[in-house]
């Protein structure tokens, strides 16, 4: 596979969560595509839909959920495949570093054990071979004393370690694509630079999804960027672009929240997703809405090279 | 109050100690059970420890004996009971929906059937011998390691580390095997013990209302046979005391045991200490 060919190409993805109160709207038509060995961050804030589209595309929501479109893979959609191509898919090919370090480790299995683990179900090496090769990736991941940490419990990593060992779990079967959720959360400055310094390290070629709610990050790791608020993609596009330049007006107010840029925050909150606004979903809280924003769903629109934002001020 | 460990170890001790004299009984043992070893309803001497019976049985001897059917009941319940209450609980906690539905229904009407009439009922119509009737105790006592291992399981199957062994490409036996089942281990070692203490007492009294297995003895048919042969009238306490002393034991010493090690495996109930 050729770079810039697309690994993964999200159509029209809607998630919903059936509750008590109506069907959650997580995710509402999400297009994306992430080409072979570039990183994609995917930023917005708590509740915008990021872990779901995340966990979507492995397949890993609750039974209930109401999942519609496609998730092409290599061109085979993965929301229609059986059961058993799907675990093989796992981890073998998509591997995921889930968002809290904390819980996303057995507390009663030695942490070289369940890298050992991962091995063995895809690698086929048993038994001392596939604890060497834990062994191996924990140094790869740059854990002091890998052979004897290989055989201490969760419990005895400090935060920083455990997310280094879950980066390490990720990649025990060399995934092609590798879907990170918020690795760099709850780390202090220091840890979370040397985090993010690895993650480019041994991801090089690697086609990545960055979860996350740091621009600071996002900026550091991808190349391009996608915002999502309320369940959509509203702008997507090469990173220095979005930044620099945003199209949308959530995108500015999210920039403009920022300490370096004077901290002011985006007045009210993300709206319902059970009854979103029926027009663009930011208009409630956008500085120059008009009229028809309240009724009209904008769609994405280019306002740039690979540059799209989902505004009626484009179109 | 003793200390921690010493409540545990002393209670293991006499567990342990209850185990060997009833794998030994034939060795310990000075007479055969069912035989007629001397006069009938003598009182303890040397020859006849704690003296005779009605029917001239040693009755220390049958004291001993009496060590395996009260060990058999209940250690064989507890293993039936706690390995159909896990295996039933984890698939149901981790599949949740119709299968956990399912189960559970069919708990809460077992449930509603009071646990030792039934068992009374079914030991009068089938009869059965010692270790049928431990399976039947154990299977009816298991229904409720059922519900609470279930539950545990409910939390561990959306905990963040079975998400990720699902992301890295696991089957669901697997997880359940490797991942669950450790989780909930400290709970079904304790919850054995428990089971255990109760299935022997509960042996007891169907040996004390007669729904024993004849071909075996046990302090509950023991303690029923002093009552009804003259025991209680005479005030001959060396027939009647021993075998109750010995459940109070043994059972205590489970009891003990059971708190002993849920209090080392739950970190709530632990002290803090510096």
């Known amino acids: 596979m050729r770079m810039d060919d697309p690994l993964l190409c999200v159509r029209g993805l809607k998630v919903g969560f059936p509750t008590a109160d109506g069907v959650v709207k997580a995710s509402n038509i999400v297009d994306l595509t992430i080409r072979a060995g570039e990183t994609l961050a995917l930023l917005g804030e708590t509740g915008s839909g990021k872990t779901v589209l995340g966990m979507a595309i492995l397949r890993l929501l609750q039974p209930n959920t109401r999942i519609e479109g496609e998730i092409l893979y290599r061109g085979r959609d993965l929301l229609s495949l059986p059961q058993e191509e799907m675990q093989k898919v796992r981890g073998r090919e998509i591997a995921v570093v889930l968002q809290n370090s904390g819980t996303s480790l057995n507390p009663v299995l030695r942490v070289g054990d369940q890298i050992a683990e991962a091995i063995t179900l895809h690698r086929g090496l ?119 330049s945003p199209a949308h007006p959530y995108t500015r107010g999210l920039l403009e929240s920022l300490p370096a840029k004077g901290m002011r925050p985006i007045p009210g909150s993300a709206p319902s997703l059970i009854a ?5 979903r930011f208009f409630p809280r956008c500085s120059c809405g008009a009229g028809r924003c309240e009724i009209e769903h904008p769609g994405l629109v280019e306002v740039g090279p690979g540059h799209y934002a989902r505004c009626m001020l484009y179109d | 109050m003793p200390g921690r460990n010493t409540a545990l170890y002393l209670s293991l001790g006499v567990v342990l100690a209850y185990c060997a004299v009833a794998l030994s009984a034939p060795v310990i043992a000075p007479f055969d059970p069912f035989v007629i070893s001397g006069p009938p309803l003598a009182p303890p001497d040397a020859t006849h420890l704690l003296g005779t019976n009605d029917l001239s049985q040693d009755i220390f001897s049958r004291l ?69 009737t431990a399976v039947i105790m154990g299977l009816l006592g298991g229904l409720g390691s059922v519900r609470i291992i279930r539950s545990q399981v409910l939390s561990l199957a959306v905990a963040d580390f079975v998400v990720g062994t699902k992301a890295l490409g696991a089957r669901d036996g697997y997880i359940m095997a490797r991942h669950i089942l450790p989780n909930v281990l400290p709970l079904v070692g304790v919850k054995f013990v428990t089971s255990a203490q109760h299935f022997m007492l509960v042996g007891i009294g169907l040996g004390f209302l007669g729904m024993g297995d004849p071909n075996v003895v046990d302090w509950g048919q023991m303690i029923e046979r002093a009552s009804k042969n003259g025991g209680i009238v005479l005030g001959l306490w060396w027939w009647l005391i021993p075998p109750g002393l010995a459940v109070t034991v043994i059972s205590l010493a489970l009891a003990w045991f059971a708190y002993a090690c849920e209090e080392r495996i739950n970190p709530r109930f632990q002290v803090m200490r510096v």
């Open chain 1, 276 to 280: 979103p606004p029926p027009g663009c």
């Open chain 2, 64 to 132: 001993i004996w009496g060590t395996r059917a009260t060990m058999v009941l209940g250690f064989l319940g507890a293993v039936v009971s706690v390995v159909m209450g896990t295996a039933v609980g984890i698939v149901a906690g981790y599949y949740g929906g119709r299968v956990d539905e399912a189960v559970m229904r069919f708990l809460d009407v077992m449930m509603t059937i009071p646990f030792f009439p039934l068992l009374l009922v079914l030991t009068i119509f089938f009869r059965p011998g010692i270790y049928v």
């Open chain 1, 126 to 244: 048993k038994g001392a071979e596939a604890e060497a090769a834990a062994v191996e990736l924990l140094d790869q991941v740059r854990i002091t004393d890998p052979a004897r940490m290989a055989r201490e419990y969760p419990h005895r990593f400090s935060g920083g370690m455990r997310e280094r060992a879950l980066i390490a779990l990720a990649l025990a079967c060399n995934p092609s694509f590798l879907i990170a959720d918020e690795p760099t959360r709850g780390l202090d400055a220091v840890t979370k630079r040397e985090i993010l310094n690895l993650f480019s390290e041994v991801n090089r070629g690697r086609s990545v999804l960055f979860i996350t709610h740091d621009i600071e990050a996002a900026a550091s790791l991808a190349a391009r960027v996608a915002v999502m608020y309320a369940g959509e993609i509203i702008e997507i596009g090469p990173v220095d672009a979005v930044l620099s």
